[in-house]
């Protein structure tokens, strides 16, 4: 059997279907989430309510980025 066009279908179905992209405006507040850190302990957006917070993105070593 040909799965090719039902695995095409699923692929456009799921990318309309699962926009959950929200955009937020300038001065919005960021919804809360939480990140691991690279030493495993979990840190939530709100303990640093009221506080500057720049999160940064690094590659994973020995990877191009």
């Not at 059997?1 to 955009?23: D, Q, R």
């Not at 850190?37 to 940064?56: A, C, E, P, T």
């Amino acid at each position: 059997m040909n799965y090719f066009p039902k695995v095409v279908i699923i692929f456009i179905l799921s990318g309309i279907f699962s926009n959950t992209n929200v955009e937020l405006k300038v001065g919005e507040s960021a919804p809360d989430f939480s990140l691991k850190d690279q030493n495993g302990v979990i840190h939530k957006l709100s303990d640093y309510r009221g506080k500057q917070v720049v999160i940064y993105f690094f590659p994973k070593a020995g990877t191009p980025g």
